[in-house]
């Protein structure tokens, strides 16, 4: 091979080792400025996705919209809204010959004393209102409260949705303090509910007028109305409790049935424990005591005495049982 050959030989293999090794540089450089370009966008795309107010009431607005398209909870809010609807047929065809129903205006406060709203139905159909609140509030509207408070942590636990929930920047805290102003939201719609069936049912069935209160003095039906509102977001001021030991009990289990049998159990035992005449030293301190301190409403002038310790002991029910949720839920393993 002549020298001509060999430089030739020589220079294309230069030529060749060159032109590879900057095909390797160039492709090292595009594999690593697409791998930082990638980064750089998944970064900027956590970075969109941090909380902010808009995002949380977003997220509320995911959760109310969740809730309330459940077959579940428009069951239980149908039958709240004909508890009303029984109570003001059974009233008419009662006193449908122009006897009048038993009771007079008094009635209780706390204690575990209802009120005797059922004897003015048929002179005020406002008084409906009145009783039918009375006639939920023991047992129908905290089971419903119950059953959507045990399965707000449970129920997407055992529909393994509750994983893929924290995986959004929602934060713990930020999710389970959602799941609680839901349940509250529903508390005030089932109380409304009711209220909202028991006043049209009242002012088909009876008249309507002026208002009688408790101490015996007439109020106009207009400030009977105003009246009728405050007791019904009296009655959902209630709920706090309930709904805070209800969560409270959704975040010990990944089952929504459990958490859902366990509140309800709960509030039948408080009820029964609280009608025991020997654990009377123990009855002001349960949180169904002071449910029915809403007839105070209808006293003129209203007493604020017992209202007040319904609201102060409800507070000290959402404080415990929404810091213990907080405690447990922040610090178990989330698997489903």
């Not at 595009?30 to 956590?46: E, Q, Y």
């Not at 003001?88 to 010959?97: F, L, N, Q």
């Not at 105070?296 to 209203?302: A, G, I, K, N, S």
Request: aromatic share 8%; charged share 10%; proline share 3%.
């Amino acid at each position: 091979m002549s020298r001509v050959e060999q430089g030739g030989t020589t220079a294309g293999g230069a030529t060749a080792s060159d032109a590879a090794t900057t095909s390797d540089a160039v492709t090292t450089t595009d594999t690593v400025t697409t791998t930082d370009t990638v980064t750089a966008a998944h970064a900027g795309a956590v970075a969109g996705r941090a909380p902010s107010l808009l995002w949380t009431f977003g997220l509320f607005r995911s959760e109310l919209v969740t809730t309330f398209r459940r077959w579940r909870t428009l069951a239980l809010l149908a039958v709240l809204a004909a508890v009303p609807v029984l109570v003001g047929i059974a009233v008419k065809i009662e006193t449908g010959d122009g006897s009048s129903m038993g009771g007079g205006p008094g009635g209780g406060g706390g204690g575990g004393e209802g009120p005797a709203f059922i004897a003015q139905i048929t002179n005020n159909g406002l008084f409906l209102v009145f009783t039918a609140l009375a006639a939920t509030l023991p047992f129908f509207l905290p089971m419903a409260v119950g059953v959507v408070a045990g399965d707000a942590i449970a129920g997407e636990a055992n529909g393994g949705t509750l994983r893929y929930l924290l995986v959004a920047p929602a934060g713990r805290t930020r999710l389970l303090l959602t799941k609680y102003a839901t349940v509250m939201t529903f508390c005030l719609v089932a109380t409304l509910v009711v209220a909202a069936s028991a006043l049209a049912v009242g002012a088909l069935l009876f008249p309507l007028g002026e208002v009688t209160t408790i101490s015996g003095t007439r109020i106009g039906f207009g400030e009977g109305l105003f009246r009728a509102l405050l007791i019904a977001l009296a009655v959902a001021a209630s709920l706090i409790g309930i709904a805070a030991l209800g969560l409270f009990v959704s975040t010990l289990t990944n089952s929504g049935i459990a958490a859902m049998a366990t509140t309800v159990g709960l509030l039948i035992t408080v009820q029964i424990l609280d009608q025991i005449p020997q654990l009377d030293a123990l009855h002001p301190y349960f949180f169904s005591h002071y449910w029915l301190s809403f007839a105070d409403l209808m006293r003129e002038p209203v007493y604020w005495d017992e209202l007040q310790r319904n609201l102060g002991l409800q507070a000290l029910y959402a404080a415990v049982f929404g810091s213990a949720a907080w405690a447990r839920f922040t610090s178990r393993d989330i698997t489903t």
